[in-house]
């Protein structure tokens, strides 16, 4: 893949998710997920507001969209505001692969809770948080997202992460439970 198929790698997490995949920031997160697993490397991310974020997704999945590669439907949510659903309207079968296990299970965890735990791992990872006994990333991502972290949502995202390990990948996720 090249720089030019940056569309039909964003696609792929959609189709790798069992063809459907909700929420951009889901998306944005089983991305950035996939590539500490080593199963992912056509993205760069940096911290933003919800946590890992890349640019080049955002325009990617855009882009997929303008082609037909995948669909977005736009939702309400209860409190007023709006997510998306991404579908890939012609589904092929997929072979099992060590992607899409991984893929599946982290979009299968609550949107919450994998924002808390893929912003965790960042700040492991690209900040520093918790190694060399500097900090803890757990920590830090609640003093950054209070109002996320409350309601065992922080417990349930160690939780997801720690279960999101077990699935066998190239590279281990960070042992930051």
């Given at each position: 893949m090249?720089?030019?198929?940056l569309h039909e790698r964003a696609a792929s997490l959609v189709l790798d998710a069992g063809g459907e995949l909700v929420g951009r920031t889901r998306l944005q997160k089983v991305a950035y997920l996939s590539s500490l697993a080593g199963l992912l490397d056509d993205f760069e991310f940096e911290y933003r507001h919800y946590g890992p974020f890349s640019e080049e997704l955002a325009d990617a999945i855009k882009l997929a969209i303008g082609l037909r590669l995948v669909q977005e439907?736009?939702?309400?949510t209860d409190w007023g505001g709006w997510y998306s659903v991404f579908t890939?309207?012609?589904r092929k079968s997929l072979a099992p692969s060590a992607r899409a296990s991984f893929v599946?299970?982290?979009a299968g965890i609550g949107a919450i809770e994998l924002e808390l735990a893929a912003t965790a791992a960042f700040l492991f990872?690209?900040?520093g948080f918790g190694r060399n006994g500097q900090g803890d990333p757990w920590e830090e991502t609640k003093h950054r997202k209070p109002e996320k972290a409350g309601e065992g949502r922080?417990?349930?995202a160690k939780a997801?992460?720690?279960k999101l390990r077990e699935v066998p990948t190239p590279n281990p996720l960070p042992a930051i439970v």
């Open positions: 090249s720089a030019y198929d439907e736009e939702r309400r890939i309207p012609q599946s299970a982290a990872i690209v900040e922080l417990e349930r997801a992460y720690r």
